[in-house]
């Protein structure tokens, strides 16, 4: 799989994802505006910080004249899933991906990045890799700085219907592989049940946000791979397949 994935495919599938950014990070830069943050440092923030989450939630911070601590420590819990998705993905890669190189695009990592690249089959060479996030990462930059340009001009409605467009882009690479691949579907439908108590149920009120999608996450993988789990000889025949 991974000699036949070139730079252009990846420049393929994050095409899309770089569309959908743009528009989601035009909110982002939007609001940031309003808060008063001047337009270089949301873009500096958008640059540095690929993740809609977490630059909303330190916009809060910034604006209330928060410490570094409580900037920290709000993206470690608002992030933490990443820990997860960084490390499946590093079962992904192939042997042309250095030490240095594999810290440097960890950085890239987001919610469709990793939805995108963990969903093909075999290994994943950096070439691939670095086409995929490349776009995305343009996309997210220039949308942030349009929006921060634009400032507070536009109509609150507008602004929170373009948060819409990561939810859709996601739920749009997620269909797919739930309906082609056994045990996918069953796992999305328990994470999104753990994910609805969690925010339902009084007692788990308190809970951060991060906590949540990483329990969710943990546990609906691990009941699925003890009642779908995938043959390795099987898993190792499909790679064959895709590298032939």
Same mark, same amino acid.
């Given at each position: 799989m991974s000699k036949k994935l070139s730079f252009n495919n990846g420049i393929s599938d994050g095409l899309p994802i770089g569309l959908g950014y743009l528009s989601v990070s035009f909110a982002f830069g939007v609001q940031a505006s309003i808060l008063g943050i001047p337009f270089y440092m949301s873009l500096f923030i958008s640059m540095t910080n690929l993740t809609s989450a977490g630059q909303l939630a330190g916009l809060t911070v910034i604006a209330s004249l928060g410490t570094f601590l409580e900037i920290i420590l709000t993206q470690l819990i608002i992030n933490s899933r990443y820990f997860l998705m960084s490390? !499946?993905?590093?079962?992904? *890669?192939d042997e042309s991906f250095s030490i240095g190189q594999r810290f440097f695009l960890s950085a890239f990592v987001t919610d469709e990045i990793f939805a995108v690249a963990s969903n093909k089959r075999g290994l994943i060479n950096k070439k691939y890799f670095f086409?995929? *996030?490349i776009l995305p990462y =343009?996309?997210?930059? !220039?949308g942030t700085l349009l929006g921060a340009v634009a400032g507070s001009s536009l109509p609150v409605q507008i602004t929170n219907a373009l948060g819409i467009a990561?939810?859709?882009m996601f739920i749009a690479i997620i269909i797919p592989p739930a309906i082609s691949v056994k045990g996918v579907l069953p796992c999305v439908l328990m994470a999104t049940a753990l994910s609805s108590a969690f925010y %339902?149920?009084? =007692? %788990?009120?308190?809970l951060p946000n991060g906590f949540r999608y990483i329990i969710s996450a943990v546990v609906s993988a691990l009941i699925t791979a003890y009642f779908f789990p995938i043959a390795q000889e099987e898993n190792n025949k499909n790679c064959q397949k895709e590298g032939d």
């Amino acid at each position: 799989m991974s000699k036949k994935l070139s730079f252009n495919n990846g420049i393929s599938d994050g095409l899309p994802i770089g569309l959908g950014y743009l528009s989601v990070s035009f909110a982002f830069g939007v609001q940031a505006s309003i808060l008063g943050i001047p337009f270089y440092m949301s873009l500096f923030i958008s640059m540095t910080n690929l993740t809609s989450a977490g630059q909303l939630a330190g916009l809060t911070v910034i604006a209330s004249l928060g410490t570094f601590l409580e900037i920290i420590l709000t993206q470690l819990i608002i992030n933490s899933r990443y820990f997860l998705m960084s490390l !499946t993905l590093s079962q992904k *890669v192939d042997e042309s991906f250095s030490i240095g190189q594999r810290f440097f695009l960890s950085a890239f990592v987001t919610d469709e990045i990793f939805a995108v690249a963990s969903n093909k089959r075999g290994l994943i060479n950096k070439k691939y890799f670095f086409g995929l *996030v490349i776009l995305p990462y =343009i996309g997210w930059a !220039t949308g942030t700085l349009l929006g921060a340009v634009a400032g507070s001009s536009l109509p609150v409605q507008i602004t929170n219907a373009l948060g819409i467009a990561l939810y859709a882009m996601f739920i749009a690479i997620i269909i797919p592989p739930a309906i082609s691949v056994k045990g996918v579907l069953p796992c999305v439908l328990m994470a999104t049940a753990l994910s609805s108590a969690f925010y %339902f149920i009084p =007692i %788990f009120a308190n809970l951060p946000n991060g906590f949540r999608y990483i329990i969710s996450a943990v546990v609906s993988a691990l009941i699925t791979a003890y009642f779908f789990p995938i043959a390795q000889e099987e898993n190792n025949k499909n790679c064959q397949k895709e590298g032939d």
